[in-house]
């Protein structure tokens, strides 16, 4: 444990040097960062010594929990051999080699080629580039707006932020770029009305079809989307989304991106959330998962009817980063991957300890405040609502989401705010006790939520 003296050094060299992602300086100023300094399992610590359970296995990565003695030792012996060296000049190191056919090995049949980055925004930026390449290569150049999703998120870069379908990430930086459209999302809870999951989702199946047709099918080049869209709002679509997405795509010649940056490595009970929604998509961005946060490394799949044709072009691919397949970040996830399989983690959530979440999640709904439960895997969001009948939610000025989110973190748990929705993605390792000691925080949280809005 630090003493409040070291904390309050800490905090004051964050508020002068040290500029956050997504945050409202003056505000962060006015209250001080929240030192993290060690974590193990499912729990972190903080400077003053907190010990917090962490429900969303740091920003939806943490996979196979903190504290794993084995990727340390992966990431020292490999600095030692070598940290270093690139894949640009006609050569390759062994960590990148055998990450790359591990994955060609668990990835859905056809996936056999992948091209690496270093974040989930670098691996999206490289598909939009790709993309747009692909349909030249096709004799095809016409063939270069995407479709996505509002309240889809797939990174910052000038393309990804431009995939990303958030007004707020939009408007400061003159963004999206042109030739990105975005269609309504399979939010039934929020958007649904009066249809029924099933039919709503093929009337949001149908904002897709309708899109391209408006831009003209020869105009569009692909469609991106999260199987579960989670920085959204953890918006798990009905059941008849998917297939009618999938149709769609196909018929229009479409190229379909499934972005499994959060449903991979078996978040929602499966290595893919591809595979547990059942879609065939033509390229995947991985990132998150794929080293359990311990590196940052991210990977684009691209299934072979893409890959051939990048592959066989005669032109220079003229893209690509210093870290592309870093050796030590590409060891880690490896050795991650194995962890994965030895522990059998990508299809725990599809096990008793998925069903064991559910349940303790479920039991929350009678909460006054909770008007919805939703769950797929390890994966929740619990939408807190002024009227559950009539699905009302607060207004936004009474920031109940924040609010929540303040006494989680006060009683020691990290749980996400997202609008008024209560999200959780906890680390793969998770056990039943620690699913009860989320549960009961999460409970007295609602009802400390509940008892500010009564005030
Ligand atoms: C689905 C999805 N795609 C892409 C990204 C961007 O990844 P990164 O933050 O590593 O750039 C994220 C990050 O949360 C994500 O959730």
Redesign the pocket.
């Known amino acids: 444990m630090h003493n409040s003296a070291e904390t309050r050094r800490w905090r004051e060299l964050d508020s002068r040097h040290h500029l956050h992602p997504f945050t409202v300086f003056p505000e962060l100023d006015a209250k001080g960062s929240r030192i993290i300094t060690r974590a193990e399992g499912c729990h972190i610590w903080d400077s003053e010594g907190n010990r917090i359970i962490d429900g969303m296995a740091g920003?939806?990565c943490v996979n196979v929990g903190y504290g794993r003695e084995r990727l340390a030792r992966v990431a020292y012996e490999q600095m030692k051999e070598l940290p270093y060296y690139n894949a640009f000049f006609q050569t390759a190191t062994v960590p990148s080699v055998e990450l790359a056919a591990k994955l060609a090995d668990i990835l859905p049949e056809g996936f056999s080629r992948l091209f690496y980055a270093s974040?989930?925004?670098?691996?999206?930026d490289t598909i939009v580039k790709s993309v747009w390449y692909y349909w030249n290569l096709m004799g095809k150049p016409e063939k270069k707006h995407f479709i996505s999703r509002t309240l889809g998120?797939?990174?910052?870069g000038l393309g990804?932020a431009s995939l990303t379908g958030m007004r707020f990430m939009h408007e400061p930086f003159d963004l999206p770029l042109p030739r990105f459209h975005h269609i309504g999302n399979p939010y039934w809870f929020a958007e649904g009305g009066d249809l029924d999951p099933d039919a709503f989702g093929k009337v949001a199946a149908g904002w897709l079809e309708a899109k391209i047709l408006e831009l003209g099918p020869e105009n569009v080049a692909a469609f991106v989307a999260?199987p579960i869209q989670?920085?959204g709002g953890v918006i798990i679509p009905p059941s008849t989304y998917w297939p009618e997405v999938q149709r769609i795509c196909k018929e229009y010649d479409v190229l379909l991106v499934a972005?499994e940056?959060?449903c991979g490595f078996g978040r929602t009970g499966n290595w893919w959330g591809s595979s547990t929604f059942d879609i065939a998509p033509d390229i995947m961005?991985l990132?998150?998962g794929l080293s359990s946060g311990y590196q940052p490394i991210?990977a684009v799949a691209f299934h072979d009817r893409i890959a051939d044709v990048l592959a066989s072009s005669g032109i220079e691919y003229a893209h690509g980063v210093t870290y592309h397949g870093h050796p030590v970040a590409a060891a880690v996830a490896l050795e991650n991957i194995r962890i994965i399989e030895e522990e059998g983690l990508h299809t725990r959530a599809a096990g008793p300890i998925g069903a064991y979440f559910r349940d303790r999640l479920t039991n929350l709904a009678e909460h006054p405040l909770v008007g919805e439960v939703r769950v797929s895997g390890l994966i929740a969001s619990l939408e807190l609502v002024q009227d559950k009948a009539r699905r009302q939610t607060w207004p936004a000025e009474r920031k109940v989401g924040l609010t929540c989110r303040e006494h989680c973190f006060a009683s020691g748990l990290v749980m996400r705010s997202i609008r008024d929705g209560m999200v959780l993605s906890p680390p793969l390792i998770i056990s039943e006790a620690e699913i009860d000691e989320i549960a009961l925080k999460a409970a007295r949280a609602l009802d400390l939520t509940l008892r500010d809005l009564e005030a």
């Open positions: 920003l939806w974040s989930g925004s670098e691996a999206n998120y797939h990174g910052v990804s999260e989670g920085a972005d940056v959060i961005p990132a998150k991210a």
